[in-house]
C-alpha cells in the first residue's frame, strides 16, 4: 500500500502530511495559516478562493516529490461552515466560521419559523442555537432575497473544498450535521430546510466518509503531482 495524504482544514490553519498504512507521519508535515476576516458586524469569515488556493499550497508542501507514491487523499475540515454557489460554481458569499456573529441576533425569527424548536432537536439532534448555518440561511434570505434565486449550491466548508478536487458537490455525514438540517438517519430534512427559505435539492450528497471513495480530477493530480 502506498502513502496517504492526509489534510486537517482548520479555522485558523490547514495542515497536511503524508501518512503511511500504520499511520506513522512520512516526511515534514506542512502548515498553512488562515486569516478570519471580519469587522464590527460580528462577521468572522474565510475568504473561499483564498481557502481553496491554501489547500493546493498545503498539498503541494506536503506531497513534495513522492507523488508517485500517494494512492489517496483524506480530508477533514471544519463545522458549522456555509458558502453558497452560483450554477458557474463561483462563490456567492464568504465562508462563515463557528465564531461568526453576525446572525446571532436574527435567531428568535428562525425559530418563528421552524414554529416547532422541540423536533427539530429531536430530528436532526442539533440543539437550537444560533451558531447551527440553518439559522444563518434563514438570515441570509431575509436580508438578500436575491441570493435565493442565484444559489444553485448551500455548501459546508467541507463539501466547497471537495469540488475543488473532486469536481463533484459531497459532503460527509460529520460536516453535513453541523449544517443543523440533517436528520437523524442522514437525510436533509425537508421541513427544516423550507423553513429558511432554500431548497433540498441545492444541498450536496451526503457520503460515508470512513468507506466511500471520490477520484481526483485529473487537472488536480497534474498540480499535485499525482499518479
Same mark, same amino acid.
Given at each position: 500500500?502506498?502513502?496517504?495524504?492526509?489534510?486537517?482544514?482548520?479555522?485558523?490553519?490547514?495542515?497536511?502530511?503524508?501518512?503511511?498504512?500504520?499511520?506513522?507521519?512520512?516526511? $515534514?508535515?506542512?502548515?498553512?495559516?488562515?486569516?478570519?476576516?471580519?469587522?464590527?458586524?460580528?462577521?468572522?469569515?474565510?475568504?473561499?478562493?483564498?481557502?481553496?488556493?491554501?489547500?493546493?499550497? $498545503?498539498?503541494?508542501?506536503?506531497?513534495?516529490?513522492?507523488?508517485?507514491?500517494?494512492?489517496?487523499?483524506?480530508?477533514?475540515?471544519?463545522?458549522?461552515?456555509?458558502?453558497?454557489?452560483?450554477?458557474?460554481?463561483?462563490?456567492?458569499?464568504?465562508?462563515?466560521?463557528?465564531?461568526?456573529?453576525?446572525?446571532?441576533?436574527?435567531?428568535?425569527?428562525?425559530?418563528?419559523?421552524?414554529?416547532?424548536?422541540?423536533?427539530?432537536?429531536? =430530528?436532526?439532534?442539533?440543539?437550537?442555537?444560533?451558531?447551527?448555518?440553518? +439559522? =444563518?440561511?434563514?438570515?441570509?434570505?431575509?436580508?438578500?432575497?436575491?441570493?435565493?434565486?442565484?444559489?444553485?449550491?448551500?455548501?459546508?466548508?467541507?463539501?466547497?473544498?471537495?469540488?475543488?478536487?473532486?469536481?463533484?458537490?459531497?459532503?460527509?455525514?460529520?460536516?453535513? +450535521?453541523?449544517?443543523?438540517?440533517?436528520?437523524?438517519?442522514?437525510?436533509?430534512?425537508?421541513?427544516?430546510?423550507?423553513?429558511?427559505?432554500?431548497?433540498?435539492?441545492?444541498?450536496?450528497?451526503?457520503?460515508?466518509?470512513?468507506?466511500?471513495?471520490?477520484?481526483?480530477?485529473?487537472?488536480?493530480?497534474?498540480?499535485?503531482?499525482?499518479?
Amino acid at each position: 500500500m502506498g502513502l496517504m495524504l492526509s489534510v486537517d482544514v482548520g479555522t485558523t490553519n490547514i495542515k497536511a502530511a503524508l501518512v503511511d498504512e500504520d499511520g506513522r507521519v512520512v516526511g $515534514v508535515p506542512c502548515n498553512v495559516g488562515m486569516k478570519i476576516e471580519g469587522d464590527t458586524s460580528g462577521r468572522a469569515e474565510h475568504d473561499p478562493v483564498k481557502l481553496r488556493a491554501a489547500l493546493f499550497d $498545503v498539498c503541494q508542501r506536503a506531497i513534495g516529490d513522492r507523488g508517485g507514491e500517494v494512492e489517496g487523499l483524506a480530508l477533514t475540515s471544519y463545522q458549522f461552515g456555509l458558502v453558497l454557489v452560483d450554477a458557474d460554481d463561483q462563490p456567492l458569499t464568504q465562508i462563515s466560521t463557528f465564531v461568526d456573529t453576525k446572525a446571532q441576533a436574527h435567531h428568535p425569527k428562525f425559530l418563528k419559523a421552524i414554529g416547532n424548536a422541540d423536533q427539530m432537536y429531536l =430530528r436532526t439532534g442539533c440543539p437550537p442555537i444560533f451558531q447551527y448555518p440553518s +439559522n =444563518r440561511l434563514h438570515y441570509l434570505a431575509n436580508r438578500e432575497p436575491e441570493l435565493l434565486g442565484k444559489t444553485a449550491h448551500v455548501l459546508d466548508s467541507k463539501a466547497f473544498l471537495m469540488h475543488a478536487l473532486t469536481g463533484e458537490y459531497f459532503t460527509d455525514y460529520s460536516t453535513a +450535521n453541523s449544517l443543523g438540517c440533517l436528520d437523524v438517519d442522514g437525510r436533509w430534512d425537508a421541513a427544516i430546510i423550507g423553513a429558511t427559505g432554500f431548497d433540498p435539492s441545492l444541498f450536496p450528497r451526503v457520503l460515508d466518509g470512513f468507506s466511500e471513495k471520490v477520484p481526483l480530477k485529473d487537472s488536480v493530480c497534474a498540480t499535485l503531482g499525482l499518479r
